[in-house]
């Protein structure tokens, strides 16, 4: 069997030789192919499942975006869904769509809109959608994962910052 050597580079410049076979290196792309191919058939069905949740919901009115003291964002559709574990935002062609819990009191669903308002403000569903994307290229990578965990909950506190800097001292 033919084999070819590989290089395992390490801290400091150094790199350890080892041999792989062509029927192993074939196996392990095989594999890496078979968890990619999972990963997406998974995050596609998941995303399904929360379009789902985010459409079972009822549209806002003009009267209730009045009576929450917003305006009604361009692009931007809000529905008030029940039984929601958290609210969110979903990319769509062309537009956004916020799925607020209906379970909210008034000054909790104000702030969370706007706080959501502002993941689209500053495009986080796209970043995270290439996060996603990267994370599952390179899957075994423990740094990515941390990496993705960590800019989650930066944008979070971005959001959170930027609603309250519009809010003021009250």
């Given at each position: ?13 150094w ?43 009822v ?57 959501e308002r ?53």
């Amino acid at each position: 069997f033919p084999y070819t050597t590989l290089f395992r580079s390490l801290p400091g410049g150094w790199t350890i030789p080892f041999p792989v076979s062509s029927e192993a290196a074939f196996a392990l792309i095989c594999l890496g192919c078979f968890c990619l191919m999972t990963s997406l058939v998974l995050a596609f069905y998941s995303d399904r499942g929360v379009n789902r949740l985010a459409r079972s919901g009822v549209e806002l009115d003009q009267a209730r975006y009045r009576q929450l003291g917003v305006t009604k964002p361009d692009k931007v559709v809000v529905r008030l869904c029940p039984n929601l574990p958290t609210s969110f935002v979903i990319r769509s062609w062309g537009r956004h769509e916020i799925a607020l819990q209906k379970e909210l009191s008034q000054e909790q669903m104000r702030l969370v809109l706007l706080h959501e308002r502002e993941h689209v403000n500053r495009h986080d569903p796209w970043i995270q959608g290439l996060a996603v994307t990267v994370v599952c290229l390179y899957f075994w990578n423990p740094v990515l994962w941390l990496a993705y965990h960590l800019t989650r909950r930066d944008m979070e506190l971005a959001c959170d910052r930027r609603v309250l800097k519009q809010l003021g001292e009250a």
